[in-house]
């Protein structure tokens, strides 16, 4: 099984500032095969990025993912008070139906 | 517009049954590969089993073969999950996912809100 592993667990930054979330994986993965979500509290997940860099329907372009073998990366720039939630890694490449990463929380500094 | 409606909370005890469900609508049902992830605070989010209505083909975890099963009602475009014997530890919020393309190498697109269950004696 692919595992992956999110950093760093927390980022505390202000409104406007930049984010970037990291997602590392045991074994080399197509990056057609990995996937974003953001989770506010209460809500179910919401899909943001599929294939590594290509934004899901109605997804702000201030969220981008880029990334190939065993790093990939979740950038949010000019982070909006919206934006602040839990944010997950999928992989769903082999043994469907995949696994997730273990999650970055993103706080209000 | 997708929408996946799912029944409500339920409170068990161990070694007792249950069945949640997960109703489906806005888009053919048969065409595309629907699911169940299940979210703790220890484990994170892991999915549980896929089924694709039209072909009635599975997958599961491989820990978690076994211990659920997932199935589909055509005719009322519904997805379910079952247990036969829970167990505390399948304490948990459940979520039924639909994927966002018709492939089962598709990540998960469209969630439904989610159905909370506690085991406890």
């Known amino acids: 099984e692919i595992m992956l592993t999110q950093s760093p667990g927390t980022l505390s930054l202000s409104p406007g500032e930049s984010a970037t979330l990291s997602c590392r994986t045991s074994?080399?993965?197509?990056?057609?095969?990995l996937a974003w979500y953001q989770q506010k509290p209460g809500q179910a997940p919401r899909l943001l990025i599929y294939a590594a860099s290509t934004r899901a329907t109605d997804i702000p372009d201030r969220f981008s993912g880029s990334g190939s073998g065993t790093d990939f990366t979740l950038t949010i720039t000019r982070v909006d008070p919206e934006d602040f939630a839990v944010y997950y890694c999928h992989q769903y490449g082999t043994s469907p139906p995949g696994n997730f990463g273990q999650g970055t929380r993103l706080d209000i500094k | 517009e997708v929408q996946l409606v799912q029944s409500g909370a339920e409170v068990k005890k161990p070694g007792e049954s249950l069945r949640i469900s997960c109703k489906a609508s806005g888009y053919t049902f048969v065409n595309y590969w629907i699911g169940w992830v299940r979210q703790t605070p220890g484990k994170g989010l892991e999915w549980l089993a896929l089924?694709?209505?039209?072909?009635?083909?599975?997958a599961y975890r491989p820990s978690f073969q076994g211990q659920v099963t997932i199935s589909v009602d055509k005719s009322t475009r519904t997805a379910y999950l079952h247990w036969n014997n829970l167990k505390a530890s399948d304490s948990a919020i459940y979520y039924c996912?639909?994927?966002?393309?018709?492939?089962?190498?598709?990540?998960?697109?469209?969630w439904g809100q989610g159905t909370l269950v506690t085991v406890s004696s």
């Open positions: 089924i694709h209505p039209g072909y009635s083909d599975t």
């Open positions: 996912v639909r994927h966002s393309t018709t492939s089962k190498w598709s990540p998960g697109g469209f």
């Open positions: 074994q080399t993965l197509s990056s057609t095969f």
